[in-house]
């Protein structure tokens, strides 16, 4: 069964930092493609960071320089550093996971960021 349980989130002042985490099981990690996504209110879902399974990553440009995405295939876990927090990163915050033989990615329930003083 294919798990995907993000962590991390919280509320945090402008300028600050989190790092979220995104721990995966039940597939080979590690020939996944990974993602994060946020929706904020009243906004459509959007891709933040992308991961693929050699290590390259793609950032939306609204968060570049200020977001890192990695990963651990021992740990069979992504991250997301979040630095330099905007009041507009306020979303809530899912990792997907996508493999080479899946048609759609799954999905974890998401982890709340709240940047606000």
């Known amino acids: 069964q294919v798990r995907l349980v993000e962590s991390g989130g919280g509320l945090v002042q402008p300028g600050g930092s989190l790092r979220l985490s995104c721990a995966a099981s039940?597939?080979?990690?590690?020939?996944?493609?990974m993602s994060w996504y946020r929706e904020a209110p009243g906004k459509s879902r959007e891709m933040v960071a992308y991961?693929?399974?050699?290590?390259?990553?793609r950032y939306a440009d609204s968060v570049k320089g200020r977001f890192t995405i990695s990963r651990d295939n021992a740990k069979n876990t992504v991250y997301l550093q979040l630095v330099n927090l905007r009041p507009e990163a306020t979303a809530l915050y899912y990792c997907t996971a996508l493999g080479p033989l899946t048609l759609l990615p799954y999905w974890g329930l998401g982890t709340q960021v709240t940047v606000s003083s």
């Open positions: 039940g597939f080979t990690f590690s020939a996944y493609d």
């Open positions: 991961i693929n399974s050699d290590g390259r990553r």
